[in-house]
């Protein structure tokens, strides 16, 4: 659901452009899940609207404003391939070092706790 709400806050655009956004969406909130943070689908984000602006500015375009939901069929199976790859290699470097989830407890002052005779 939560890849949809995603998908759909992008914009409707395209059939295609929309199946890639809500890709994206299912990826991302795979990620978190399976390895307890935001960082992967936060990464995932920032290089993905930075690889956006980056090709947009070397074709000129960045007065465009078409969103990823307008993408035509064929950029979007690419990214979408891409984002699959993406999330099968954190997958799998996530069950060859499993992130810490111990919890970082902060310390004591010593010099304020109260004197117990």
């Known amino acids: 659901m939560q890849a949809v709400i ?4 992008h914009g409707w655009g395209t059939p295609w452009g929309f199946a890639d956004l809500t890709v994206f969406g299912l990826v991302t909130g795979v990620l978190a899940v399976r390895t307890g ?3 992967a689908g936060i990464a995932l984000h920032v ?3 930075l690889l956006s602006c980056v090709l947009a500015a070397a074709y000129g375009e960045l007065t ?3 969103t990823a939901a307008d993408l035509p069929w064929q950029f979007a199976l690419v990214d979408m391939a891409m984002l699959l790859a993406y999330g099968a290699a954190v997958l799998w470097l996530t069950r060859r ?5 111990a919890e970082v407890t902060p310390p004591v002052d ?3 706790l109260p004197v117990m005779w």
């Open 6 to 9: 995603f998908a759909a806050l």
């Open 37 to 39: 943070g935001l960082e």
């Open 47 to 49: 290089c993905n609207n």
């Open 64 to 66: 465009i404003d078409e």
């Open 97 to 101: 070092h499993p992130p810490s989830t």
């Open 110 to 112: 010593e010099a304020r």
